[in-house]
Every structure is written in structure tokens, then in C-alpha cells.
């Protein structure tokens, strides 16, 4: 038997599992709060050993609620994961509003745990005389974006080649002159119908109206059916100064005159300058990927006690990958701040399974195998996990994909789990900057800034040229108390351009669109 003790934390009271800091060998012994359990089975870190023997067919317990169900009995000291559980996740359901007075003083409950001092994610009185201001970008009409940059956005994938030539080139002859020039190329605009066509479209559009981007160039080829005619009935109304479009076919050389667009886009930018704006300007986008079992604990808590400062001082935070609720969408439901948020809220879930099901899926074909190795065995497991990352304020909104945010308050917007998808909706919705929590580990980057928040301490010492903030301080003795405040005040230093994201760095920076749909 190994002497050595190994520390497992309980997250909840009523949990029949734990999760353990580092991995265990058969034999050896766990101590997790005042109780010592042998483990039985070997068991990997973050994985989930059984406090107590549960009965096959009995539902296994983390964060306070059922992660599923055991398939064989399990015994105390052993490695509960998907070769004894099993989801219980089923098809359309009808739920009831029930609706809670949200908590902005703490999340659900705090960690039972003397090892970890998560006791607050929320949102406490010294959190509400937090800096509350930004230095941004107050454009003509009245929004505020946090970088200078200069988008070429293409309406459809046969100018791609062509958007990525002229950033290139314009990077080297207006250097310096911006906070950057960048190309966001996709495969999509032309041969598409319907809904699918209409998806792309709303896409793009929400690139070209991002404030992030002082100037865009619309660059087209000129028989694509997302042409620049039609998509001008999308884009709303236009600011000439801001937006240029090109019609490649229409010219002789649509890089030289890509390149005089691109000049005079600069000299507009040039004559913004950052000035002091309030946070209830900022639009915030909440995202995880490369999960493991340490997000629900450090990271996405972590990002949730942000998503309250900011929605209690008034800006918007949005919360997508749909597939990725199921499991823990009413703890979402009943936090909608009436009865219409709530039918939509339902509409989202139950719309989004009948898409699975459209296409023969079954709705719990996740976590990832990724995912897997890192601990969490179901896709409730992963949803309760991951949903913390909307903090406990209410719910306020629900959007259609591509649709803008415009209400304060934690915003629900429909998406798809998959990172660049997710991320690129994100965007599109008029986030500022994405706060992306990761215990594997990713370098995607979206077109805004894209914040690697990591769940342990390990993944950020090994990939630092990804990771941007360590959240897994918060299993080595850090308060979430004063850890939200720093991370608050970091994610404020990045919005006003005192720090650059890893993503900005490192030149990643891309989009995907959502398809559903024919390709002709």
C-alpha cells in the first residue's frame, strides 16, 4: 500500500463522488475533507473516485446534481467514469418555470472542501467598487470597441486568397498605422439556400458592424449569390467612411485597388484614440474548450464571478454552445428574468435536440475524448460544469445565431459546442473579447480577443505561448474572493490595450460558420 495521501475534493455536501488532485494507485490513500478512503482501482487526476458504494442503477452525484446513472455496482474507493456510468439525458422535454431569486452574494454553494477556498463566485460589495472603467474606442455612432484594426471580410469563399494577399500586403505598407489589418476567410456565399445561406450572411454581417474593426473592406467577386448588392440588404444601414466594398470583377487589379480602399480605411482609424469608457459599454463572450474536471471547480467559477461584476455594472455576457446546457438547462430556465425569456430559453434546448434528431443523432454524443481523458464522464457532468461560466445573475435574453446583444445582463445565444463555431457566433453577437476556459489546452483564436483561461496549474506552465491566466490557482490555496477581483482588473488591462491575448500574439485568429443546409 502507498502511505503517500493523495487529496480529493468534494464539491458538493450531498456528492457521492469527489475529484482527485493527482493520479492514484490502487491501495493507496485519499483523504478527502475528514474522511480517508483506500482507493481500489487506480484512478487518474481530476477523475472521480465513489465515496460511498452506489448501487447499479443508482444516480451518481456531483455539484448537487445527478451526472447520470451506475450501470454495475460501484464500490467506495473506486474510479467512477464511463466504463460504470452512464447519461440520462433523454429527447424533447417540457419543463415548468420556476423561477429563482438569483444570487449575486454566492454561486449555488461553495465548495465543501478545507483544500480549495472557492467561496464566492458571485458577486460581493467590494466586487461593486471594482475599477469600472476602460479605455476604448467611441465610435461615430456610439459604440465602443476595444481595438483599432482594420477587417476585410469577403462575401464568399473564391476571394479568399485574394482577402489574406491584400492583409498581407497592407500589413507591410500601413504598419503601425493601426492596431492591425486581418482577413476572415470562409468557405461559404455562394451555392447555399434558405436558412443556410441566411446564416453565412448574418455572419459576415456581424463582422463588418463590429466595433472592434475601425474600418472594413467588403470584398466580393461579383456572381456569387451573397453578392455585395444583396448582402447590403443585410448589413442595415451603412457608414460609407467605415465600410468600403469592392467588386473584383468590376476592376482591372482588385489588389491595387484592394490596397488604395484599405489606405483610405486607415486614415479614418487613424483618428480614433482611446478614451475613458464605462464597463456597461463591454459585451462579453463565455466559451470552454479541451474541458476537464478541474473547469466546473476553478476556471468556468472563476469566468461566472466576472460574468456578475459585469452584469451587475450593467454589460452584457453571452453564453452559447447549446449542446453543452443540456443537463443543467433549468438551473438556466429558472434564472430568466420572465416568462418570455423562459419560452425562448425552451425553444433554444428543445429546438436544438430536434436538430440532433433531424439528422439521427442521439443528443449525448459528448464530452469529447479529450474530454474523457481529462475526467468527465457525461454530458450533464460537462453541462453543469460548464454553464457556471454564466454566473448566478439572471438571465435576460435569448438570441438567435447572429443576432446582435443589446439587453444587459447574461444573454443565452444559440451555437453549436464546436470551439471556431462557437467562437466566431460569439463574435458575430458583438462580443469585444471571448474569456476561453481550457484544461487541455488550445491556440484557436477568434477574430477578437480570445482569453486561454486555464483549469490547472500544470496546462499554463506547459503551454504558456497559448495560455493567457491561470485559474488553477484556486486548488493550490487562492481565494476566489481576491482572485475574481485580479482577474477582473486583467481582463480591464486587455480591453484597453495594456495587454495583448496569446491569440493576438501569435497571429490566430479565424472564423467557421455554422452549416445546416445543400450545397449546390
Known amino acids: 500500500m502507498d502511505n503517500k495521501k493523495v487529496i480529493a475534493l468534494k464539491i458538493h455536501e450531498g456528492d457521492n463522488v469527489a475529484v482527485v488532485l493527482e493520479d492514484v494507485k490502487r491501495g493507496q490513500r485519499v483523504q478527502c475533507g475528514d474522511r480517508e478512503i483506500i482507493a481500489n482501482s487506480g484512478i487518474g487526476r481530476g477523475h472521480k473516485i465513489a465515496l460511498t458504494d452506489i448501487d447499479m442503477g443508482e444516480k451518481v452525484i456531483k455539484y448537487s446534481f445527478p451526472i447520470g446513472y451506475a450501470i454495475e455496482n460501484i464500490s467506495e474507493g473506486e474510479h467512477v467514469h464511463i466504463h460504470n456510468t452512464k447519461t440520462t439525458l433523454e429527447g424533447i422535454v417540457e419543463y415548468t418555470y420556476n423561477p429563482a431569486e438569483p444570487s449575486l452574494e454566492k454561486q449555488s454553494e461553495s465548495i465543501s472542501n478545507e483544500y480549495i477556498q472557492i467561496n464566492s463566485s458571485g458577486t460581493d460589495n467590494n466586487s461593486r467598487n471594482l475599477e469600472s472603467t476602460f479605455n476604448g474606442y ?175 455594472q450593467g454589460g452584457i455576457s453571452i453564453l452559447t454552445e447549446v449542446p453543452e446546457m443540456f443537463g443543467a438547462e433549468t438551473l438556466l430556465m429558472n434564472r430568466c428574468v420572465n416568462r418570455e425569456v423562459f419560452n425562448k430559453t425552451v425553444a433554444l434546448i428543445n429546438n436544438f435536440k430536434e436538430y440532433y434528431i433531424k439528422h439521427g443523432q442521439v443528443i449525448y454524443e459528448n464530452p469529447s475524448p479529450g474530454n474523457k481523458k481529462g475526467g468527465i464522464s457525461t454530458l450533464e457532468e460537462k453541462s453543469l460544469g460548464c454553464t457556471q461560466k454564466g454566473g448566478t445573475g439572471s438571465l435576460t435574453d435569448v438570441l438567435d445565431y447572429g443576432e446582435p446583444a443589446t439587453m444587459p445582463g447574461l444573454n443565452l445565444l444559440k451555437g453549436p459546442g464546436n470551439d471556431i463555431v462557437a467562437s466566431t457566433a460569439l463574435t458575430a453577437s458583438g462580443a469585444h473579447m471571448i474569456l476561453f476556459t481550457t484544461g487541455r489546452g488550445t491556440p484557436l483564436g477568434a477574430p477578437v480577443p480570445t482569453v486561454k483561461i486555464s483549469t490547472n496549474t500544470d496546462l499554463y506552465r506547459r503551454k504558456s505561448g497559448w495560455i493567457d491566466y491561470n485559474a488553477g490557482s484556486l486548488i493550490e490555496g487562492a481565494k476566489m474572493g481576491e482572485l475574481k477581483e485580479e482577474f477582473w482588473q486583467y481582463v480591464m488591462a486587455i480591453a484597453s490595450g495594456e495587454i495583448l491575448t496569446k491569440n493576438e500574439i501569435n497571429g490566430y485568429r479565424e472564423i467557421a460558420i455554422f452549416k445546416d443546409g445543400v450545397t449546390l
Open 138 to 312: 467611441v465610435r461615430a455612432d456610439g459604440r465602443v470597441g476595444i481595438r483599432n484594426e482594420i477587417w476585410i471580410v469577403n462575401t464568399v469563399g473564391c476571394m479568399n486568397k485574394t482577402a489574406e494577399v491584400l492583409a498581407r500586403e497592407a500589413s507591410t505598407k500601413y504598419a503601425g498605422k493601426t492596431d492591425g489589418i486581418f482577413a476572415y476567410t470562409h468557405p461559404y456565399g455562394c451555392s447555399q439556400m434558405g436558412e443556410d445561406e441566411q446564416n453565412t450572411q448574418k455572419i459576415l454581417a456581424g463582422l463588418v458592424n463590429h466595433p472592434n474593426a475601425a474600418g472594413v473592406l467588403v470584398l466580393g467577386l461579383g456572381c456569387e449569390n451573397n453578392n455585395i448588392p444583396e448582402f447590403k440588404k443585410v448589413l442595415g444601414q451603412i457608414d460609407e467612411e467605415r465600410v468600403r466594398f469592392l467588386v473584383s470583377q468590376d476592376v482591372e487589379d482588385e489588389i491595387e485597388e484592394g490596397l488604395k480602399l484599405i489606405g483610405e480605411l486607415v486614415e479614418y482609424a487613424h483618428w480614433f484614440k482611446r478614451q475613458k469608457c464605462p464597463s456597461s459599454k463591454l459585451v462579453v463572450g463565455l466559451k470552454c474548450g479541451g474541458s476537464d474536471a478541474f473547469s466546473g471547480i476553478t476556471a468556468n467559477p472563476l469566468v461566472g464571478a466576472f460574468s456578475d461584476i459585469l452584469t451587475l
